[in-house]
């Protein structure tokens, strides 16, 4: 992925860790969903969900403003739509799952195109 200019080297090494997670476990997650892979579904959703998360900075933190609030906005829409796809799953609900997944990989999406290219 593309060095993004707006965000610290310290912060970006912190979120390159979170998407070298993402990159290994959304293929098996996206795979398990396709298949109807219910089981796969709760442990690849589930894995996502139990991920830390990074935590915002205090007000007058020196790493406040490193790190744009949307990222944590998407942060949690990520573990949100994580999981939506672990409750469909145990439902074995088709749709939901569907709908999840597609949550999941918009967020992606979206974190990718503010870590690259919004910065701020």
Known sequence: MAVPEGIPPSARAAIRA???????RLPTLISSVVA???????????????????????????????LPERFFVLQGALRAAAR???????????????????????????CHDLYLHSGH
């Not at 979170?18 to 290994?24: D, E, G, I, S, T």
């Open 18 to 24: 979170k998407m070298r997670l993402h990159a290994q």
């Open 36 to 66: 109807l892979d219910y089981e796969g579904v709760a442990r690849s959703a589930g894995e996502i969900f139990d991920e830390p998360a990074l935590a915002r900075p205090a007000p007058g933190d020196e790493l406040d403003g490193l």
């Open 84 to 110: 939506s796809a672990v409750e469909g799953a145990a439902r074995r609900d088709s749709v939901s799952l569907s709908r999840a997944s597609g949550e999941l990989i918009e967020t992606c999406v979206s």
